[in-house]
Antibody
Framework: QVQLVQSGAEVKKPGASVKVSCKAS????????ISWVRQAPGQGLEWMGW????????NYAQKLQGRVTMTTDTSTSTAYMELRSLRSDDTAVYYC????????????????????WGKGTTVTVSS | QTVVTQEPSFSVSPGGTVTLTCGLS?????????PSWYQQTPGQAPRTLIY???TRSSGVPDRFSGSILGNKAALTITGAQADDESDYYC??????????FGGGTKLTVL
């Protein structure tokens, strides 16, 4: 079955970086993208961006531009999300999700949705 | 910056019907935003319910349905059950590869 297995919890100091992994199984990795979503304690879900596992193209949320990098390793069907210059408000559960890209007949000609989710990785930023 | 709006909370009686909505701070939601809906219970990962306005994800019961109502996307739960008590999030596709979550609706079944 389709599964996304995420790496374990992390504790980081302010200013450090964190790299979370998401290993996919049960489907052809390069036929989909991977989206990253985070949730701060007691807050809602926040879309961070996505990466195409087919060609490595990325699209990041504007507020994270310059601090986030998403990559994939197709040899191991693993996606990575690195967040730099960590602040206390980056404390959150980070989820990866399989991103489905659909061709549409009318503008915008493509659309995206997330269909399978990892269980989440807790990242705590604290001095 | 456009904000995706949802009711902060809603309640429904067991067996009842409830409609949650997803709007825009400026403008109307249409099918061109390809709204999707996600359910999340506390401490769990989200679960995909609906995509492309009204297509149910695999394994989702037909008690859940999506639509456009007026100028908003809508998620309707018919015959609400106790385990439908969750947070519900909509996502809109803003074009250029950008997705935006709504703030979520906390649904209580009582």
């Amino acid at each position: 079955q389709v599964q996304l297995v995420q790496s374990g919890a992390e504790v980081k100091k302010p200013g450090a970086s964190v790299k979370v992994s998401c290993k996919a199984s049960g489907y052809t990795f390069t036929s989909y993208g991977i989206s990253w979503v985070r949730q701060a304690p007691g807050q809602g879900l926040e879309w961070m961006g996505w990466i195409s596992a087919y060609n490595g193209n990325t699209n990041y949320a504007q507020k994270l531009q310059g601090r986030v990098t998403m990559t994939t390793d197709t040899s191991t069907s693993t996606a990575y999300m690195e967040l730099r210059s960590l602040r206390s408000d980056d404390t959150a559960v980070y989820y990866c999700a399989r991103l489905v890209v659909v061709v549409a007949a009318t503008p915008p000609y493509y659309y995206y949705y997330m269909d399978v989710w990892g269980k989440g990785t807790t990242v705590t930023v604290s001095s | 910056q456009t904000v995706v709006t949802q009711e902060p909370s809603f309640s429904v009686s067991p067996g009842g019907t409830v409609t949650l909505t997803c709007g825009l701070s400026s403008g109307s939601v249409s099918t061109s935003y390809y709204p999707s809906w996600y359910q999340q219970t506390p401490g769990q990962a989200p679960r995909t319910l609906i995509y492309s306005t009204n297509t149910r994800s695999s394994g989702v019961p037909d008690r859940f349905s999506g639509s456009i109502l007026g100028n908003k996307a809508a998620l309707t739960i018919t015959g609400a059950q106790a385990d439908d008590e969750s947070d519900y999030y909509c996502v809109l596709y803003m074009g250029s590869g950008i997705l935006v979550f709504g703030g979520g609706t906390k649904l209580t079944v009582l």
